[in-house]
């Protein structure tokens, strides 16, 4: 099958916000490029695989390409996206030059091709994310994320990802139960599990991103501990929808790795959700939006205890006081 390919150059920054408008104007997965230099430094204390060859797109920038069946409009499609970019300098985003290019592709060439590059990831002390596809024998102690993200969502490779992971490495407790918003592939729902959670609520407004999501519990083996529902916080705390919520409010940990103008929308209901003392562990935040989440938090009655940095990302681990 040939798909049409449209390639949009932009930032790191507006990476999430770009791909998500792809995925909305009907493209049947998303791939995501970003600068890789092989020279640079890495942490390599955990046995980090880092596999993806170097590229020719510059520090601070990303090339983010959709596929669309043919038959579809395609100079619609790209009408659509631009307008939405143009929209994201409103929001203080900048995306770059934000240029676009259309080619023609066979399915082979981005269905499984990128495959080769995903590798075992030890991402902290206990976790390690492990492609369905590649074989691996875990260490003592170690706990494996099986994942199979698809087209439509990341590897955990990504700083805002592996952030959460990491920071939940040291809140999580054995018996918690968390609310997951935003969950993606389900890889920070099924992390909590790992780490001890009794029980996770995983939430998502995009119907791919349940499905996707309920497919990796599935290969976990999570179907008892996960459950994954197509709903907002605030639905949920207002007990709408047809869906019995098994985790049981309040709860003691909530993480949200989405973007920070998503945050702020937000913040209060997860206060409400949370039990006294308990924890919130937000990221997705690009630098730039640092002091106004920090500020967001502290109005709404949370005690920040960290921030956590990964290159330009950062994320809160705040407290209900």
Known sequence: MIWKEITIHTTEEAVEMVSNFLHE?????????????????????LGQWFEIPPNDIPEGEAKISGYFPEGLNIEEVIVEVRTRIEELKSYDIDPGDAGISVRDVSEDDWANNWKQYFKPLRVSEKLTIKPTWEDYTPGPGEQIIELDPGMAFGTGTHPTTSLCLRTLESIIQDGDEVIDVGTGSGILAIGACRLGASKVLALDLDPVAVSSATENTRLNGLENQIQVVESDLLSVLKGEGSADVQVKLPVRVVVANILAEIILLFIED?????????????????????????EALIAAGFELERTARDED?????????
């Open 313 to 321: 990302w950062v994320a809160f681990v705040a407290r209900k006081r």
């Open 25 to 45: 104007a009907g493209a049947g997965g998303v791939t995501i490029e970003e600068h890789v230099d092989n020279d640079k430094p890495r942490d390599t204390s």
């Open 270 to 294: 997860v206060y409400q959700a949370l039990e006294s003392g308990g924890y919130y562990i937000a990221s997705g935040i690009y630098k730039n939006k640092e002091q106004a989440v920090q």
